[in-house]
């Protein structure tokens, strides 16, 4: 079976990080591009970065770009993506979301079920 | 940043019915418009790529047009599971990728 599975909802302080992993199964892992998106309550839904799978290579939105990292283990068919300095505005609904061609068309096909990340003191 | 806007909001209409849903661009990205269905409690389902291609598995009801800066999704004949919002995001000019507020589309 084709999916991606998200780890579980964290409860982070303000000032904290956050790792949200992302398991693919069903598919080759490297062939694909890894986006990652978020849904805070009440607005649009923003993407926030990607990683090439295969090579490595990651592009950031500049709105995270020095709060963002995002990495993957291969040998796990995993990708990771951290987020630093945690405020109460990143309380959002984290997805990870593969790309539904094997290049970096920003076609968001396949989605993980999303991890709720809250920031609260 | 290109900014999608979304119309309308909220669109009321019955099973059988026909849906016309709007997205509007703030500078032309050419058919890079890409479709999404989401329901409660659910991630973001891929519709419809590049203004008009259905993605795989997607029914024949569903169907996207337009180009430039304005764009419609039509869902021809209401089914009750076609009920939930629809996001509408571009592909044309990233960094960044961005998304509609989305419509919410509920029975009437």
């Known amino acids: 079976q084709v999916q991606l599975v998200q780890s579980g909802a964290e409860v982070k302080k303000p000032g904290a990080s956050v790792k949200v992993s992302c398991t693919a199964s069903g598919y080759t892992f490297s062939n694909y591009v890894i986006y990652w998106v978020r849904q805070a309550p009440g607005q649009r839904l923003e993407w926030m970065g990607w990683i090439n799978a295969g090579n490595g290579n990651t592009k950031y939105s500049q709105k995270f770009q020095d709060r963002i990292t995002i990495t993957r283990d291969t040998s796990a068919s995993t990708a990771y993506m951290e987020l630093s300095s945690l405020r109460s505005e990143d309380t959002a609904l984290y997805y990870c979301?593969?790309?539904?061609?094997?290049?970096?068309?920003?076609?968001?096909?396949?989605w993980g079920q999303g991890t709720l990340v809250t920031v609260s003191s | 940043e290109i900014v999608l806007t979304q119309s309308p909001a909220t669109l009321s209409l019955s099973p059988g019915e026909r849906a016309t849903l709007s997205c509007k661009a703030s500078q032309s990205i050419s058919s890079y418009l890409v479709w999404y269905q989401q329901k409660p409690g659910q991630a973001p389902r891929l519709l419809i790529y590049?203004?008009?291609s259905r993605a795989t598995g997607i029914p024949a009801r569903f169907s996207g047009s337009g180009s430039g800066t304005d764009f419609t999704l039509t869902i021809s004949s209401l089914e009750p599971e076609d009920f939930a919002v629809y996001y509408c995001?571009?592909?044309?000019?990233?960094?960044?990728?961005?998304f509609g507020q989305g419509t919410k589309l509920e029975i009437k």
């Open positions: 590049d203004a008009s």
């Open positions: 979301a593969r790309d539904y061609t094997r290049r970096i068309a920003g076609i968001f096909d396949l």
């Open positions: 995001q571009q592909r044309s000019n990233w960094p960044p990728y961005t």
